[in-house]
Each structure stands twice: as C-alpha cells, then as structure tokens.
C-alpha cells in the first residue's frame, strides 16, 4: 500500500524549532519529488516547500524560506521538515504530498503535468506561548 | 508570483444540480492547473491534473476546463458525498505552486 506517515509535530514557543518527518513506503520515494503542504485551523491549503528526487532542487514558500528547511533521506524514504525561529501563524497540519509527473501526449508533442496524488494524515504543530 | 482566485468561496446546490467552480490565475499558466477535493475532516484528494484530465477512480461527473488564466471546475450531477472543500492549484515546474483560496460546497 502506497503511504505517508508524517510525525514529529507538537506544542512549541515562539521563536523555537521542530523538525517533522514523513516516512514513505509502498513506492519508490527515490523517484519522486515531495511536498510540504500545510492548513492552519479552518483556513486554505499553503504549499510550503517541495525537493526534487535527488535533492538538486529545492524550493519554499516566502512565509517559510530562511526559516525552513526541506530535506530527504533516499536510503530511509524519508523526507523531513527543519521549521526553526517559528511563529504563530506557523500553526498548522503539516502534510507531506508525492508529485507524480503526469506524461500528456498533444498531437506528435508530449508534455509533463503534475499533481500530488499521495498524502499523508497530516501532524500538527502548535505554536505557542 | 502567480495568485490564485477562486470563487465562489462557499456555494449551497441541491442533489442532482450543476455545480460550476471557477479558478482564475493572475498570469497564464498554460492548462498546468490541478483541482483537490478535502471532504470534512480529510486529507486531499487529487481530482483532476492538467486542467481537464480526470485522475484514475475519480468519478465522470467530475470534469475541468480552461487554459491560461481562467479555469471551472464542474460537478455535472451534485451528490452527497461531494459536500466538500475544492481547490485549484497551479502546479509547473517552477514553484511556488500556490493554491486557490478553496470554494467549499454544501447540498442544500
């Protein structure tokens, strides 16, 4: 069975750190690019970050970007989330996604769409005094 | 960065209605547009990639069109187990792959 399983969120203070993980199983994680998507309490989804199979590219949202870190480890399918000088407004379910690359043949041309086809039950961090 | 806009934010239809969602991207974007279904206390769910195409086992009735900027969701026949929150996404190579801000859809 094709899984996520994210852990390591919880309470924190302001101002703190917290690192997440998101262990995958059931498909080659080598393969795939990953998500960190989060939705804090009854409000949207926010993508937060995301890393390429290898690691060669690595992208964050402005909310995020300085503060957090994304990472994997291909050998442990696993991916993780290093979130440190937190704030409250970091408040959120934290979920990890797969991005599957979808092959689209139009006429004699083929093109790459994507989605994220796979997440897990989310975990949640709390910031907070 | 590119901004999505959905709308409406939250819409009431019968059981059996058509149910139209519209996303709308603040620069073109080609047809590199996803749509997610998060029914109520769920995780998401992919519905459709590249604007039109229908993700394996999601239902017929469910179908996406557009191209550039301006994109719809459509549920052809509203049924209860639909009652969710939808978002679009723009999703290409070159993040940030923002969400729209959701359209969530009652039955009436």
């Known amino acids: 069975e094709v899984q996520l399983v994210e852990s390591g969120g919880g309470l924190v203070k302001p101002g703190g750190s917290l690192r997440l993980s998101c262990a995958a199983s059931g498909f080659t994680f080598s393969s795939y690019s990953m998500n960190w998507v989060r939705q804090a309490p009854g409000k949207g989804l926010e993508w937060v970050s995301s890393i390429s199979s290898s690691s060669s590219y690595i992208y964050y949202a402005d909310s995020v970007k300085g503060r957090f870190t994304i990472s994997r480890d291909n050998a442990k399918n696993s991916l993780y989330l290093q979130m440190n000088s937190l704030r409250a407004e970091d408040t959120a379910v934290y979920y990890c996604a797969r991005e599957t690359r979808f092959l689209e043949w139009l006429s004699s041309d083929y093109y790459y769409y994507y989605g994220m086809d796979v997440w897990g039950q989310g975990t949640t961090v709390t910031v907070s005094s | 960065d590119i901004q999505m806009t959905q709308s409406p934010s939250s819409l009431s239809a019968s059981v059996g209605d058509r149910v139209t969602i519209t996303c709308r991207a603040s620069?073109?974007?080609?047809?590199?547009l996803a749509w997610y279904q998060q029914k109520p206390g769920k995780v998401p769910k992919l519905l459709i990639y590249a604007a039109s195409t229908l993700q394996s086992g999601v239902p017929s009735r469910f179908s996406g069109s557009g191209s550039g900027t301006d994109f719809t969701l459509t549920i052809s026949s509203l049924q209860p187990e639909d009652v969710a929150t939808y978002y679009c996404q723009k999703y290409n190579s070159a993040p940030p792959n923002t969400f729209g801000g959701g359209t969530k859809v009652e039955i009436k």
């Open positions: 620069q073109g974007i080609s047809n590199y």
